[in-house]
């Protein structure tokens, strides 16, 4: 039973296309992330969403648009891809609000653009 | 804002042996939380242990404990009877309670690597 799952896992593409990245918890939390890490596998916040409401904006480009249409879900979708757009990106969520303040991490999803 | 330190890139062990992960961190906040993350060569992010900052008692989950110096703003990480399965990089983590969604801040990581 997955509890936080993202598709794909890999993704290739080339420079100045566009793509999107899906996430899905099943855990009913009410939060949802998304991290990126770099090559030096630094990670670092990009976005959260509570109840499909936009929480953290981390100063990322606006060729990222995150889109949570309920809360189990969370996409993310990048335009005009560029070469340091790649890195891995994973998806968490939390239950929030006061809880374990846990954050429970999908399996990652590997982007490379050429 | 909120930083965290992991003074060692890379450090190595012998199996069944202890090793200790450093980890310190600078906030002016006095309500947070703090984690250790393990992530394996599989890439998945795996919870090792968590401290709530109004604790003084350290946290353990089995083989894994942790010093927590409030003070000090120190945060390591005691791996005993390390196994080969431990080889991964491991993340410390900072997290602000703000009432709502909290973004974990990472340290740079350490690579622990296990010798049989």
């Known amino acids: 039973d997955t509890a936080v799952s993202q598709t794909p896992k890999y993704l290739v593409t080339q420079m100045g296309n566009d793509k999107s990245i899906k996430c899905e918890q099943n855990?009913?939390?009410?939060?949802m992330y998304w991290y990126k890490q770099d090559s030096k596998k630094f990670l670092k916040i990009m976005f959260s969403y509570n109840n499909k409401e936009l929480i953290i904006n981390e100063t990322v480009p606006n060729r990222f648009s995150p889109k949570s249409p309920d809360k189990a879900h969370l996409n993310l979708h990048i335009n005009s891809l560029e070469l340091g757009d790649s890195a891995v990106y994973f998806c968490a969520s939390s239950q929030g609000r006061g809880r374990s303040h846990e954050q429970y991490f999908g399996p990652g999803t590997r982007l490379t653009v050429t | 804002a909120q930083t965290v330190t992991q003074s060692q890139p890379e450090m190595s062990v012998q199996e069944a042996e202890t090793v200790t992960l450093s980890c310190t961190y600078d906030t002016s906040e006095s309500n947070y939380y703090l984690f250790w993350y393990k992530q394996p060569p599989s890439r998945q992010m795996i919870l090792v242990i968590r401290?709530?900052?109004?604790?003084?008692q350290n946290a353990t989950e089995n083989r894994f404990s942790v010093n927590f110096q409030k003070a000090a703003k120190s945060f390591s990480l005691k791996i005993s009877d390390s196994q080969l399965g431990d080889t991964a990089m491991y993340f410390c983590?900072?997290?602000?309670?703000?009432?709502?969604?909290?973004?974990?801040?990472f340290g740079k990581g350490t690579k622990l690597t296990v010798n049989p």
């Open positions: 855990l009913g939390h009410d939060t």
């Open positions: 983590a900072f997290m602000k309670l703000m009432g709502g969604s909290e973004k974990l801040v």
């Open positions: 401290q709530e900052a109004y604790k003084q």
